[in-house]
C-alpha cells in the first residue's frame, strides 16, 4: 500500500489480466508480420479463447472496474478480429467460425462478428447455418438498438439465397 493505493507486486504474483493484455500485444504484433502459419495462429486462438473466460469481474463487476472491464473487451475484439482475418486469409474457416461465435457470445450486438462468422459458414457451404446467424444478428439488432443489419450484411445473407 502506497499513497492511499494497494498494487500487486509482479515479482510475487501473477495476473491472468496481465497475461491476456500480453497475449493481446502478440496478437497484434502478429498481424504486423508477415505470413503467420496455421499453427501459430491457433496457438493464439487457443490462449485468447482460454483467458478471456467473460467480462472481466463478472456481471456483478463494482463501478470502479468499468474502464478495465471496456479496455479488456476492447482489446479481446480486436484479437478476434486480427486472429479472425488471417484464419480466413489462410483458408482455416472452422477454426474463424468457432473464434467468431465466441466473439459473439462476448458481445452479442457486434455485428462484424455475425459478419464475419456468415462468410466463414458460406465457405464451409454451410447455408442454414449462416442464415440462422443472420436471423440471430436481425433479431438481436432489432430487439436491443432498433436497427437493421448494415448493408454489407445484408448483401451477405442475399447470396446466401442466390446461391443456395
Known amino acids: 500500500m502506497s499513497d492511499g493505493q494497494v498494487s500487486i ?13 500480453s497475449l493481446c500485444s502478440e496478437v ?3 498481424a504486423r508480420s508477415v505470413g503467420p502459419s496455421i499453427d501459430q495462429l491457433t496457438t493464439y486462438v487457443d490462449k485468447l479463447l482460454n483467458l478471456y473466460c467473460g467480462h472481466v469481474l463478472g456481471s456483478e463487476a463494482p463501478s470502479w472496474a468499468a ?3 471496456e479496455k479488456a473487451r476492447s482489446a479481446f475484439e480486436r484479437s478476434v478480429a486480427v486472429l479472425g482475418s488471417a484464419l480466413e486469409k489462410l483458408g482455416d474457416w ?3 467460425a468457432t473464434l467468431y ?3 459473439i457470445e ?7 462478428f455475425y459478419l464475419r462468422l456468415m462468410i466463414c459458414q458460406r465457405s464451409l457451404n454451410q447455408r442454414t447455418q449462416a442464415t440462422e446467424t443472420y436471423r440471430r444478428l436481425r433479431d438481436m439488432l432489432s430487439i436491443v438498438l432498433g436497427l437493421k443489419p448494415s448493408p454489407e450484411t445484408r448483401a451477405i445473407f442475399e447470396s446466401l439465397t442466390l446461391t443456395s
Do not use: P, Y
Not at 509482479?10 to 496481465?18: I, Y
Not at 462476448?106 to 462484424?112: F, I, S
Open 9 to 21: 507486486n509482479d515479482r510475487v504474483c501473477q495476473l491472468d489480466l496481465w497475461e491476456f493484455e
Open 28 to 30: 497484434t504484433e502478429l
Open 94 to 96: 472452422r477454426t474463424a
Open 67 to 69: 474502464e478495465g472491464r
Open 101 to 103: 461465435q465466441r466473439g
Open 106 to 112: 462476448v458481445d452479442g450486438l457486434a455485428e462484424q
